[in-house]
């Protein structure tokens, strides 16, 4: 079954989202205006509850990737090529469930999303004043992947630390995420359109400031 593009947006009316590179200040905004704005709150991989036990082999084979891993040594050692190409793959393929998941819960109360949707999907199933784009140099989205109380970046750190040679398999993985944060995924983003703020590497503390633009460019304030 496909849906046309125009049913979907209707269905979505109510769902903002915020996309971006890693480090940008995504999940702290997308929680500050939920918390803000009485909105429903749709963190990070919010759809695994049921990816992970919907997604098939044969339709969605990355998602499926996780739930086969005997030893997640092997998630943190492989290319930064195939590491990057795992990511979007699964952005896409997670694209499906993030829909119907959204269209199920924001009938009766706005949403707002960290999502991973796609750049380009998201063209055709929002709007302009429904989408955030959040970015910030390359610098920090690799260096200071793990500077943070997130349990799930804490458990890929402490599977690096356990492998035979940590520190190349530390380098081994920034490579990949420099590769997902690349110059050309940045210029992407930030030609894309869509609304875009960027975090300066300055150490100023902006989340109340990025939290009004982005509330203000949402038409959440009245």
């Known amino acids: 079954m496909n849906i046309a593009n125009n049913i979907l947006k209707h269905y979505l009316k109510n769902v903002y989202f915020i996309t971006g590179t890693a480090y940008a200040g995504k999940s702290t905004t997308v929680k500050m205006l939920a918390d803000r704005f009485d909105m429903i709150f749709c963190g990070e991989n919010y759809h695994s509850a049921v990816s992970d036990i919907v997604a098939s082999p044969e339709l969605q084979p990355d998602i499926c990737y996780l739930n086969g891993l005997t030893d997640f040594r092997d998630f943190v050692t492989r290319s930064p090529e195939e590491y990057e190409r795992w990511v979007f793959s699964v952005g896409r393929e ?19 999303v960290d999502t991973n949707i796609p750049i380009d999907l998201l063209k055709e199933i929002s709007d ?28 890929i750190l402490d599977v690096i630390k356990s492998c035979d040679d940590p520190e190349a398999v530390m380098e081994n993985y920034r490579r990949g995420l420099a590769l997902i944060n690349s110059q050309k995924n940045y210029d992407e983003l930030v030609g894309s359109g869509f609304f875009t703020v960027v975090r300066e590497d300055d150490g100023t503390d902006t989340r109340e400031e990025v939290c009004d633009l982005i509330a203000k460019h949402f038409g959440l304030c009245k």
């Open 94 to 112: 997670a694209a499906e469930f993030e829909v119907a998941e959204l269209i199920s819960i924001s009938k009766d109360k706005k949403v707002i």
């Open 128 to 155: 302009y004043d429904h989408v955030a784009v959040m970015v910030c140099p390359q610098s920090m989205s690799v260096e200071r992947f793990f500077d943070r109380d997130d349990p799930e970046k804490r458990f």
